[in-house]
């Protein structure tokens, strides 16, 4: 199917992505949907979690609030990393108060290996469906971003059956069981490939890919089990430019912007701005990095703290985002002067 979408009109992330002249960095925030936003509020009393993920009509509905609010460059879809779980044949639920679940994780190297690349255009064509209603929806003013977990996060998922600090439980997998976690983690990232290109041909147009929980890895980890995957999805979802967020892992930012074909890595608030730019020899985008507990601060300072953050990047080859995902409890009119201060940078000047 040949999709008609309306012109675009605001292509500054992908010009940065490009590593094109921008005459202001683009901004968009992870996590832009949720708990800190009424509007999602009063949608969350009236429909479970995965209603709101698997109904194309809400999911466009909620990724479209803070889009009115805002008018930020770009936007995410509404979905889930663990929708991919799902299509993979395993249980998720998600009730209010206490974070997804997998209430039958696999917990036996037996299981993990049962494991295979299940059909995910259908199982998961609700995604697809979302992003070609929001990208119309979005008229070509804002830069419609598709997103999948990496397969090392998705890994620790997939064998916690939860949310974790140390994801212990998955760690000691991999060790026990190698054989076994190699197949789920490659199953994972198969998986992964054929779903981002689907929502390339869907309406996406920058995709984003989630290592929550890379910076759990030694860096000698990093880069026996969460490379290979990182770098075979870059190979191998095309279309559109690719960010990489591994989160934590301040140690892979080279190899990530020499040997994967990624046009963006994230980087969190444990990175300084030169520190990134050294490591990647100017070499790529980089988008991050404002700890998102700064968005507490009085407005004016948020102000003075993220155009010291875009003076810190350079305005060129940067996009300008959160370290991580906004926290439910921020103030609407403190996220509101983030997005302000990054396009009031340059009259700044
Ligand atoms: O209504 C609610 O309270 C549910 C909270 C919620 C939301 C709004 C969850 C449960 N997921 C989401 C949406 C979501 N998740 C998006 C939507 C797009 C956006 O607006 O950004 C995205 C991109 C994600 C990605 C995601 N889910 C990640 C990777 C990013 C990150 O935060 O590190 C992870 C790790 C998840 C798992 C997940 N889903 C939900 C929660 C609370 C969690 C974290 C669980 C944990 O480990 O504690």
């Given at each position: 199917m040949e999709n008609n979408f309306?012109?675009?009109?605001?292509d500054l992330i992908l010009k940065a992505l490009r590593g094109e002249e921008v005459e202001r960095p683009p901004v968009w925030m992870m996590r832009q949907a949720g708990r800190y936003l009424p509007e999602y509020m009063k949608l969350r009393e009236k429909y479970t979690f995965f209603e709101r993920v698997e109904t194309p009509d809400l999911a466009t509905e909620i990724t479209m609030q803070p889009i009115r609010r805002f008018k930020p460059d770009a936007a995410i879809i509404f979905s889930d990393i663990l929708v991919v779980l799902q299509a993979l044949g395993l249980e998720v639920t998600l009730n209010p108060g206490e974070?997804?679940?997998?209430?039958?994780?696999?917990?036996?190297p037996e299981k993990a290996l049962s494991l295979s690349v299940p059909d995910v255009e259908d199982r998961l064509h609700y995604v697809m469906e979302a992003l070609t209603m929001t990208r119309r929806e979005l008229n070509g003013e804002a830069t419609l971003i598709g997103f999948a977990g990496a397969p090392w996060t998705l890994f620790c998922y997939m064998i916690e059956g939860r949310g974790s600090k140390d994801f212990a439980r998955a760690k000691a997998f991999f060790w026990q069981h190698p054989e076994a976690a190699r197949h789920a983690i490659d199953v994972i990232t198969e998986t992964t490939i054929r779903y981002l290109n689907a929502q390339i041909k869907a309406g996406a147009q920058v995709v984003q890919v989630f290592d929550s929980w890379s910076g759990l890895l030694s860096p000698e980890d990093f880069n026996e089990i969460a490379f290979p995957s990182l770098k075979k999805i870059s190979d191998e979802v095309t279309g559109a430019p690719m960010i990489l967020y591994p989160k934590g892992?301040?140690?892979a930012l080279e190899a990530l912007s020499y040997r994967t074909k990624a046009a963006g890595l994230g980087v969190d608030w444990c990175i300084t701005p030169e520190y990134a730019r050294e490591a990647t020899r100017n070499n790529i985008t980089l988008q991050g990095n404002f700890d998102p507990s700064r968005l507490l601060a009085h407005p004016d300072d948020i102000t003075r703290l993220v155009h010291r953050m875009i003076d810190r990047f350079g305005a060129q080859r940067y996009i300008a985002n959160l370290g991580h995902g906004i926290l439910p409890f921020i103030p609407v009119d403190h996220a509101g002067a983030f997005f302000d201060a990054v396009k009031s940078w340059r009259k700044s000047k």
């Open positions: 309306p012109e675009h009109k605001n974070g997804p679940r997998l209430p039958n994780p696999v917990d036996s892992s301040w140690y």
